[in-house]
Structure formats: structure tokens, C-alpha cells
């Protein structure tokens, strides 16, 4: 599912439809917990981001000059529509949302013509550039839940994003600050610090103590080339 949100207006809508409209696809936050308890290993959030986290997410990204620019795991749009806000005119912000009701949440709801809403997984970020005749971005913006994650998967994704970065793109990403992983079952610390730095040459991390809960936010530059994906013995163990 893939749609330039530009295209999908066809005629101005009347306001009894814009107002069906924005009440049966507005996610409000019970049903984003619903949402989230049912697909949690995807959603893996119980709560839109904060206006805090938002924007310690997107302070170290150079988006007054960006010319593309890619969010991974947008959700329900709350840093999507901060993007957008940032970025200039002639910009482009593609999202990447694997789960499909808040893929058609932001088609319905963010009304851009610089948007486009991808319905696939971050895996499949160079795939889904590539389709669109990009090859380099200038910044990343990752809410994705990592620590619910394969250790193959958050390789694949990392090499994926640093792969599509620009020599001064700049990779955003946040963690909780309970810092823990779910694998086999079980709950156990997950270094997110030590896995960033065999991507990328500088990683700052800084807590945002509002947000709830308090999370660690990493801001990742100068990509490192040559990183080989692990096995899957040896990437269960990130």
C-alpha cells in the first residue's frame, strides 16, 4: 500500500464528509492502545510520542536543508507531522509503517503532497527508494521498537538505514530508558549504544526525562562501511 497523499484527493470534500471522515480514521489514544496491545511486537509503544521526545528526535537532524528525508515506524503521525513542519517545500518524507491500519490512519489524516505513506517493513527501505529513483537521504527517523526484535532484523534494518544515508545524513532513534529486549520469551537488557557503533563512527545519546516513560535519544552520523550482517547465532546475542 503506497499512495502520494497529493493524489488521493480527487475534489474537495464537503464538511459532512471531512467530518465522517476524520471520525472513522482518527486514532485516539484508547484505540492506539488497543492498537498497540494487539500488535505490540510491531507497535511497541503503548502512547503516541511526546511533544518532548519529538523534539529531541528531530533536533540533531539538518531538516532545513533537507532534500529527502525517510521515517521509519511513523505510527500515528505525531513525528510525521513535525517532519513536515521542518521540511522544506520542495522536500520529500518517505514513512515506511508495517502495520496497516495506521498506514491508512496517515493517508487519511496528513494531507501533504510531499508525503508517501509505505505500508512495508524498514527492512525494505532500500528496495522501496530504489523503486522511487532514490539512492541516498539526507536523514533517518526511527521509532521503531528494536528491542522487540530479532537480532537478524535490527541488522538488517541498521545496515538498510546506513546504507541509505547521505555522507552527512544524520540516523535518529529512540529507546525507553528501561533499556530491556524480549527474546525467547524472556526480558533482558539490550545495549542499543553498543549495536549503533558498529554503524556509525559518532553516536551521542542524550535522556529525555518528560517524556513517559523517560527515553534515551541517539543521534548516529558518519556511517561505517563494510559492516557484515551476523548469522543468526551471533545476532542473537545483540
Keep these: 500500500m503506497e499512495q502520494r497523499l497529493s493524489d488521493r484527493v480527487r475534489r474537495p470534500a464537503a464538511r459532512s464528509?471531512?467530518?465522517e471522515l476524520a471520525e472513522t480514521t482518527k486514532i485516539q489514544p484508547?484505540?492506539?492502545?488497543?492498537?498497540?496491545?494487539?500488535?505490540?511486537?510491531?507497535?511497541g509503544a503503548i502512547a503516541p510520542?511526546?511533544?518532548f521526545l519529538v523534539?529531541?528526535?528531530l533536533e540533531p537532524l539538518s531538516l532545513e536543508t533537507a532534500k529527502v528525508a525517510v521515517e521509519l515506524g511513523p505510527g500515528t503521525g505525531a513525528m510525521t507531522r513535525a517532519l513536515l513542519r521542518a521540511l522544506p517545500r520542495d522536500a520529500t518524507l518517505l514513512t515506511l509503517e508495517i502495520n496497516e491500519r495506521f498506514t491508512r490512519h496517515l493517508i487519511d489524516t496528513v494531507n501533504d503532497p510531499r508525503?508517501?505513506?509505505i505500508n512495508a517493513p524498514a527492512e525494505a527501505l532500500g528496495k522501496e527508494l530504489k523503486r522511487r529513483g532514490y539512492s541516498r537521504v539526507d536523514a533517518i527517523l526511527s521509532s521503531l521498537a528494536l528491542g522487540f526484535m530479532s537480532g537478524v532484523q535490527r541488522q538488517r534494518i541498521l545496515g538498510e538505514a546506513s546504507a541509505a544515508l547521505s555522507d552527512a545524513g544524520i540516523f535518529t532513534q529512540y529507546q525507553y530508558l528501561h533499556c530491556l529486549q524480549f527474546s525467547d520469551w524472556q526480558l533482558s537488557k539490550f545495549d542499543l549504544?553498543?549495536?549503533?557503533e558498529q554503524y556509525f563512527r559518532s553516536v551521542e545519546k542524550k535522556i529525555i526525562w518528560p517524556n513517559l516513560p523517560p527515553a534515551f535519544?541517539?543521534?548516529?552520523r558518519e556511517t561505517l562501511a563494510g559492516v557484515s550482517q551476523p548469522t543468526n547465532e551471533a545476532a542473537a546475542h545483540l
Design 17 to 19: 464528509e471531512r467530518n
Design 30 to 43: 484508547p484505540n492506539f492502545v488497543a492498537e498497540a496491545l494487539a500488535d505490540f511486537g510491531k507497535v
Design 49 to 51: 510520542s511526546s511533544r
Design 55 to 57: 523534539r529531541a528526535m
Design 115 to 117: 508525503l508517501i505513506v
Design 193 to 196: 549504544e553498543r549495536l549503533l
Design 217 to 220: 535519544v541517539f543521534a548516529c
